[in-house]
């Protein structure tokens, strides 16, 4: 069992920047693939990032490619969101997820923080 916290989150004008944070307890965290997933109010979760469980492997959704940059520290048990050249759009709950491999999709994670909001002002 993996639980997940995520923190970070608040409001932000447009252009500018958020660094979220995920932290976990319980079993190896350095066994996990972890990701960012978020849903925007009436939208369904989409997929934003992943990273492999030694940090050496990253995917992104198109959408935030070239602004956003997962990352993750194995030592102290935490996976991080940096989040530049912030948009509007990009105004959701974040949520932290771990599985056993890279993830991309709603059913891929086995385990899911209770998420934390952004909101981006034009």
């Known amino acids: 069992q993996v639980q997940l916290a995520e923190s970070g989150g608040g409001l932000v004008q447009a252009g500018g920047s958020l660094r979220l944070s995920c932290a976990a307890s319980g079993r190896a965290f350095s066994v996990y693939a972890l990701a960012w997933f978020r849903q925007a109010p009436g939208k369904e979760r989409e997929f934003v990032a992943t990273i492999s469980r030694d940090g050496a492997v990253t995917n992104y959704a198109d959408s935030v490619k070239g602004r956003f940059t997962i990352s993750r520290d194995n030592a102290k048990s935490t996976t991080y969101l940096r989040m530049n050249s912030l948009k509007p759009e990009d105004t959701a709950v974040y949520y932290c997820?771990?599985?056993?491999?890279?993830?991309?999709?709603?059913?891929?994670?086995?385990?899911w923080g209770q998420g934390t909001q952004v909101t981006v002002s034009s």
């Open positions: 997820a771990a599985g056993l491999g890279l993830m991309r999709t709603m059913k891929d994670p086995y385990y």
